[in-house]
């Protein structure tokens, strides 16, 4: 029983000096287990439009570098008027006026880093309106000729098609010239798609007489 008594607590003590000296290795083998995050994630914009579109609210996709939450703003005008906000991807902006609009994402990871320094943006120009189409040459209502010209234009840089009398599309950017055309009555139409994709339509219609 004495003896025991006195080995025991060298045992003890024997033994939190090697789990001392274990845990010790432990921690110098594997650092990182410990180690803090401070890295800000990267978001990437994957998807949406760039240049010139006719969609008034598009749609945008995004992600990071690692797990995040994502934060969203657009502005066409003072970026101050349109703070940031939780958003995901995909990501539909409200309906903007014609111009030019910003589109920009950070992330933000599960250790709090911010990534606004490493987000990403888009530059776009919105243009739903469509051309107003209008005619620079054509005939009169009512003539005697049996050749009808026309020269389409309209209030902005835009290309033209032509149909005379239902019949087939034809490229007519400059001018279009009919002849030997029947009697009696006759129409166009003629659309006008602007860079964007926006088309403005216009007819005309008119009769050719006999002398």
Not at 2 to 10: A, D, E, I, M, S
Not at 24 to 32: D, M, N, V, Y
Not at 145 to 166: I, T, V
């Amino acid at each position: 029983m004495g003896v025991g008594l006195t080995t025991g607590p060298r045992r003890i003590t024997h033994f939190v000096a090697i789990a001392g000296t274990a845990l010790a290795l432990w921690l110098a083998t594997a650092p990182s287990a410990f180690a803090a995050d401070t890295t800000a994630p990267t978001a990437t914009i994957l998807s949406g439009p760039s240049g010139i579109t006719n969609d008034a609210s598009p749609t945008f996709t995004f992600t990071a570098d690692e797990p995040a939450e994502f934060w969203c703003s657009r502005y066409p005008n003072d970026p101050e008027d349109y703070p940031f906000t939780p958003c995901e991807s995909p990501y539909t902006i409200p309906p903007q006026p014609n111009g030019e609009t910003t589109f920009k994402v950070y992330a933000v990871d599960v250790a709090g880093n911010s990534g606004v320094l490493h987000g990403d943006s888009r530059e776009f120009i919105i243009d739903w309106r469509r051309p107003t189409v209008a005619f620079a040459v054509k005939p009169d209502r009512v003539t005697l000729a049996r050749r009808a010209k026309f020269k389409p234009r309209a209030n902005e840089a835009a290309s033209f098609r032509c149909r005379l009398d239902g019949g087939h599309w034809r490229k007519c950017d400059n001018a279009i010239t009919y002849r030997g055309l029947d009697w009696g009555h006759h129409s166009i139409e003629v659309i006008g798609r602007d860079s964007a994709g926006n088309v403005g339509r216009r007819g005309w219609s008119w009769r050719i007489v006999k002398p």
